[in-house]
């Protein structure tokens, strides 16, 4: 399981160039860690915490976009947001108390990314498209 590789994909693109960008920057950062896990070069866990701070500046930008665009479902947004963080610090936590990451700890991860994509994110890239069409 460990060689699958993280990536965003063709689904999952939201169409706004800042926030597509964002997103395959952090999972890249996420696959590096993957990629390394059993590099005992590589602080593993250092980088899944910069990738985490990654993760919550991703989450600030793409509330303060949505703010701009007078997104209606903001609010439902940032709740989706603050409870995936809850989910990725308590994970980095008991990482940190290890000092040690697993493969199952970076797939749970990745899997929250990808959630707040497609069912937070891509309510937004519609609404972004609608507005356009307007
Ligand atoms: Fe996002
Ligand atoms: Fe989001």
Known sequence: ???LQFFVP????????????DHDTIVAALDDVRQNIDNPDYR???KAR???????????DEERLMSDYNYPYLHQHMV????????????????ELRNQINIEELRDLFRILIDDI??????FSNYVLDRKRR
């Open 1 to 3: 399981m460990k060689n």
């Open 10 to 21: 063709r689904s999952g693109k939201i169409n706004v160039d800042k926030i597509d960008h």
């Open 44 to 46: 593993t866990v250092k």
């Open 50 to 60: 910069e990738v985490g701070n990654l993760l919550l500046a991703h989450f600030k």
């Open 80 to 95: 989706h947001h603050d409870q995936s963080l809850g989910t990725v610090y308590r994970i980095l936590g008991e990482c």
């Open 118 to 123: 497609f069912s937070a994110d891509m309510a």
